[in-house]
């Protein structure tokens, strides 16, 4: 997928669906759950047994669907992300900065995400080519923190993941994020197996979007 098309992806949609599964099925069913929910952009994380699996599945089931964004995440160094890559996911998140991954997601023109929590840390994330910042945890921080980043540097483009629910990510919008990473909020049911409220969350999470004013 062109790179430019990924990242559009992603700020258009803004709700990024970050999945941990015990189990490729698992993770098969909530990719679906949330698709179904309008939930378009899905990270699976390096967590999941046989997660390239997983993608090549998920690539091959959505082939042509140009609005279904996949990408992987707990990538923690340059190696992994080529293997993600290899397998199909057209982005790369990482819970921290690593140079030599940004310079290989660089290579192959795949947006690289990684996780920072400070101002120095962005900074040097973007210097490496990071097209989104993942501010994680973002339960660290309010949305203040955009606020306050985008005023020395209001190119940045950031990503809070960690502690963004139905409550507050309104708040995280209009502060200023150009996407918003769930998890545990959104995929928690898949553990009894309740994927029909999987998509019930994803479409509350989607109408929630729409209410915010960006």
């Known amino acids: 997928m062109n790179k430019l098309r990924v990242l559009s992806n992603i700020e258009v949609q803004k709700v990024v669906a970050v ?56 990538v923690l160094d340059a190696y992994t992300a080529r293997q993600a890559i290899f397998a199909g996911a057209t982005f790369i998140v990482s819970p921290s900065f690593d140079a030599a991954t940004a310079k290989l997601c660089n290579l192959y023109q795949t947006p690289y995400m990684p996780g920072c ?22 339960s660290n921080v309010s949305p203040g923190f955009l606020k306050a980043v985008h005023a020395p540097i209001p190119q940045a483009n950031m990503m809070p993941t960690g ?42 999470y989607v109408a929630k979007v729409k209410e915010a004013s960006v």
Not at 124 to 131: F, H, L, P, V
């Open 117 to 138: 929590l400070t101002v120095t840390e962005i900074k040097e994330a973007m210097e490496s080519g990071a097209d989104v910042v993942k501010v994680f945890p973002g």
């Open 163 to 204: 502690g963004v629910n139905l409550d507050n990510i309104k708040d995280w919008l209009e502060a200023g994020a150009i996407a918003v990473g769930i998890g545990g909020n959104l995929v928690a049911p898949a553990k009894m197996g309740d994927y029909t409220k999987i998509t019930e969350l994803a479409r509350q």
């Open 19 to 74: 999945i941990r599964t015990d189990t490729e099925e698992q993770a098969l069913k909530v990719v679906d759950a949330c698709i179904e929910g309008g939930i378009k952009a899905v990270e699976l994380t390096y967590s999941i047994p046989h997660v390239e699996n997983v993608i090549e599945q998920l690539v091959e089931k959505y082939r042509g669907g140009k609005e279904i964004t996949i990408g992987v995440g707990t």
